[in-house]
DNA sequence: GAAAATCCGTTAATTATTTCACAAGCCCTC
DNA sequence: GAGGGCTTGTGAAATAATTAACGGATTTTC
């Protein structure tokens, strides 16, 4: 049980770790940086959750998952804690992205720093209305859409964000997946349809927007 | 048990309807919509469900939350579930909702026309940059932040996005809580602390990309 | 260096959510 | 208006996720 994963012992089927825990290991990363920043070496689960927005219960047995980071009566030491969840997350986080639709929620999410600053590079953005020669929006070339699957193919691109009308999201999601994309981070407000080794997570501001409203009192 | 919630027979706690079929109520709704704009009348809890992305199961479950709408052998009248489903949300799609912080991602949302579409109306953005008498964006009056509570409080405004950066976040929250907002959609990329009766919907950008690189195969 | 205080890792219990399976109801045809 | 074919509504079963409880390890204090 030690520090090698049960599925070591003879390749079980997989460790499982729960969708809901690796999303709150992105928000863990995110607190446990911010630490970092003011020079904290330790921290226990009690006040990392508190952080977070979790229970502590939570925040370890989501942790346990990969093996025993803590010491008791101490708690986790931060940089050992960051580098343990971006090897659980992939070190890949030097991923590169495509974006896709360059309108309004599109080129202002070129423009938005929060992707670099996590370690995210936006190669390129493709739009149906883009010309040869076009500016650079913040660094970032701005491609006509007929060159999106050459590129994604050329590049090695696994993950997108797509930010095109509805009536043309099904269509570039296909062609983006037959390019060899693998994840798709979507605000175009539709549901698409994708094989099942592709992953999708769905950002409809609307949905979120009219989600709330059901939580507010009249 | 028929229409009437059996909440009503003498006010028991509360009918107690799970978070996630909340969140999924919104997104029947924007594919009911898209069924009626093409002169759809009547919808199968299978057919729906596919387009949803869920199961056939999970929808009819989600729907009985609420009474018996579907007709045995025939489906569901697409009219009769939307008006169902914004009830249920709240008839109050009116609402007002505030902005805060128009930087480069919320003058974006500013321009969005998303909100607008699902019957949300963006009444003010505010910013700390703002000067009194700058221009509207997109019909949005830009005010300064300092007049955001009163604005707020007189408006009855219950519901705001945040777009700020992280440093002045809880801050802003803080304030938004005391003038009386009681859910809030946070684009900026921190956990804020609100207290129990105030809704709070992160949506984490990087988070979001984080996560899904997980599920990208090396 | 012993005792007290802290805090992790883990099992078990609880709670929430999803799925199954099927009875009951309704439409539609003949 | 009777019967076959669909499709809903729903209890019960299965699954997943969260929380509680606690043993045991480690630090800190005196």
Known sequence: ME???SCMKESLPAPVIPKKTVYRLSIYQRCLQRLIE????????????????????????DLAHFGHFGTRGLGYNVNTLVEMIRDALGRNRL????????????????RYSGFQKEGF???AAFDIAAR????????VPVIPQEEMMGFVNKND???AILAVPVSAAQDVVDQLIDAGVQAILNFSPTVV??????????????????????????
């Open 3 to 5: 520090y090698s994963p």
């Open 38 to 61: 003011n020079d904290v070496n330790t921290v226990s689960s009690e006040s990392l959750a508190g952080v977070a927005g979790v229970k502590p219960t939570q925040l370890r047995k």
């Open 95 to 110: 991923q590169p992205v495509v974006l896709v639709g360059a309108g309004n929620l599109g080129s202002a999410l070129l």
């Open 121 to 123: 590079e936006i190669l």
């Open 132 to 139: 040869r020669g076009d500016p650079k929006v913040d660094g």
């Open 157 to 159: 691109v696994r993950m």
């Open 193 to 218: 349809d994708v094989p099942d080794h592709v992953m999708v997570k769905n950002v409809d501001l609307a949905v979120e927007l009219e989600n709330l409203s059901y939580f507010v009192r009249n």
